[in-house]
T-cell receptor, first 111, second 113 residues
Framework: GQNIDQPTEMTATEGAIVQINCTYQ??????LFWYQQHAGEAPTFLSY????GLEEKGRFSSFLSRSKGYSYLLLKELQMKDSASYLC????????????FGKGTRLSVIA | DGGITQSPKYLFRKEGQNVTLSCEQN?????MYWYRQDPGQGLRLIYY???????QKGDIAEGYSVSREKKESFPLTVTSAQKNPTAFYLC????????????FGSGTRLTVV
């Protein structure tokens, strides 16, 4: 079966750091994606982790532990424009089989 | 520029009518996908196609139909059998190696009245 869990909502202050967690239990694993989605818009790619460890890309970092079935997205120096939903998605090892998405975490950045 | 286009952005239909959502890509991607998104829900898979003239049901295929007659196009028909069709529909595509996941279209918001 496939199960991906994320917190439903989070609130953080402008300029702060926030960590959004994702845990997964899937039949097979070949990578984990993080997407950002502003309300009413399409998701946009943020990061991809396939090996354990931390991937850093500007203000955003993503971490993966395959043995724990766990990932997090770290957002630093939060800006108001970071208010969005953040989707965790897991890739199967089998070719072009679809990504499995979590329900997303809605982040509100407040002044 | 290459991309994936969904049309229309907003669509209103009366209950009981079939409606077709368009999805076109010029990225030369092999695979295409349709997802549905409801408030507070993640993306739920409706149908996907890995190659022309072939497609598979996703988790919530009931009440929907698709075709893949051309590599570039993957239209979704929402039939009158779909009990609750009002939602945000997202189309996506990916190449053979999905290291960067999907390219998404901008979505179609369907409202059935």
């Amino acid at each position: 079966g496939q199960n991906i869990d994320q917190p439903t909502e989070m609130t953080a202050t402008e300029g702060a750091i926030v960590q959004i967690n994702c845990t997964y239990q899937t039949s097979g694993f070949n990578g984990l994606f993080w997407y950002q989605q502003h309300a009413g818009e399409a998701p946009t790619f943020l990061s991809y982790n396939v090996l354990d460890g931390l991937e850093e890309k500007g203000r955003f970092s993503s971490f993966l532990s395959r043995s724990k079935g766990y990932s997090y997205l770290l957002l630093k120096e939060l800006q108001m424009k970071d208010s969005a939903s953040y989707l965790c998605a897991v890739r199967s090892p089998l070719g072009n089989t679809p990504l499995v998405f979590g329900k997303g975490t809605r982040l509100s950045v407040i002044a | 520029d290459g991309g994936i286009t969904q049309s229309p952005k907003y669509l209103f239909r009366k209950e009981g009518q079939n409606v077709t959502l368009s999805c076109e890509q010029n990225l030369n991607h092999d695979a295409m996908y349709w997802y549905r998104q409801d408030p507070g829900q993640g993306l739920r898979l409706i149908y996907y196609s890995q190659i022309v003239n072939d497609f598979q049901k996703g988790d919530i295929a009931e009440g929907y139909s698709v075709s893949r007659e051309k590599k570039e196009s993957f239209p979704l028909t929402v039939t009158s059998a779909q009990k609750n069709p009002t939602a945000f529909y997202l189309c996506a595509s990916s190449p053979g190696r999905t290291y960067h996941g999907y390219t998404f279209g901008s979505g179609t918001r369907l409202t059935v009245v």
